[in-house]
């Protein structure tokens, strides 16, 4: 194996934003008169906005059309955003910076492969978003992990083949979307 690339997932990976899809999913919950434990919380992890607005109405037994599913799912990204609006550099995990400089200064590239339809967004917040060769996010793909379309998008987009790229997740669904797709997870 030949490290050619790597790919970051985003939320858990690079900046704790988890915590604020769990505050803006329980706020949702809470909506509807229930709540949304931290164990349920970790269902959510790598799965698309759409997809976990579908588990927290399952689980407080809440039926919406799909028209009211795409205000709700607005709702609770437009919540996202009021917290996460003051991200900056000092919120990006210890020693991922310096890892990504690393493998900048290596010409090794850098691709964002992140379910979260608010990841490059989010990366330009904090003035990192130039680091990156390519930037794949929810918005790129169709079908969330643990498909790994995401990360064969990231591949493509850094014009590697997943065996010599290593895959940074932190979801048991993000590391067998990078298992499915070939790549060297961590």
């Given amino acids: 194996m030949k490290l050619e690339g790597c790919i970051f997932d985003m939320d858990g990976v690079i900046i ?16 509807f008169g229930g709540d949304l434990t931290v164990e349920q919380n970790e269902k959510l992890k ?8 579908d588990f927290i109405l399952k689980e407080n037994g809440v039926e919406k059309s799909e028209e009211e599913k795409i205000e709700l799912a607005k709702k609770k ?9 003051t991200l900056d550099q000092l919120d990006i995990l210890p020693g991922v910076l310096s890892f990504i400089q690393k493998m900048e200064t290596l010409e090794i590239p850098i ?34 992990k643990p498909n790994p379309e995401v990360f064969l998008k990231g591949a493509a987009g850094l014009n590697i083949k997943p065996q010599n790229c290593i895959v940074f997740e932190d979801s048991s669904k993000g590391i067998d979307a990078a298992i499915a797709g070939g790549f060297i997870p961590i």
Avoid: P
């Fill in 111 to 144: 691709a964002l492969g992140s379910a979260s339809k608010n990841a490059v967004t989010i990366l330009k917040m904090m003035k990192v978003d130039h680091l990156f060769t390519t930037l794949v996010d929810g918005n790129s793909v169709e079908k969330s």
């Fill in 77 to 85: 990204n437009q919540w996202y955003l009021e917290l996460v609006g």
């Fill in 16 to 31: 704790d934003s988890a915590k604020y899809h769990y505050q803006s999913w329980k706020r949702m919950a809470n909506m």
């Fill in 46 to 53: 790598g799965v698309s906005r759409m997809g976990s607005l």
